[in-house]
Nanobody
């Protein structure tokens, strides 16, 4: 069964930090590059970061130097550590394999709100 469960979001002040977690089913996690995406109100979903099974990472320019993606292959879990959060980081954050189409299974996401 395909499953993705994101957690760890919340409300933080600008400059704050959060750590997101995503537990994925084996069928998604085991053979794929995993990624975090986000969707802000009224905007398209965008790719934030990705990580290969061996830990090679890539980041969107807007989060480079502030976010760190990682994965625990033994736990089928991918993480997103976010530092120096800005109001423009406010969005619902989702994880999935890299290149996942809109038509595939997505989790419920986790809301990140950055506001003073």
């Amino acid at each position: 069964q395909v499953q993705l469960v994101e957690s760890g979001g919340g409300l933080v002040q600008p400059g704050g930090s959060l750590r997101l977690s995503c537990a994925a089913s084996e069928s998604i996690f085991s053979s794929n590059i995993m990624a975090w995406y986000r969707q802000a109100p009224g905007k398209q979903r965008e790719l934030v970061a990705s990580v290969t099974r061996r830990g090679v990472t890539n980041y969107a320019e807007s989060v480079k130097g502030r976010f760190t993606i990682s994965r625990d292959n033994a736990k089928n879990t991918v993480y997103l550590q976010m530092y120096s959060l800005k109001p423009e980081d406010t969005a619902v954050y989702y994880c999935n394999f890299l290149g996942a189409p809109r038509s595939t299974t997505w989790g419920q996401g986790t809301q990140v709100s950055v506001s003073s």
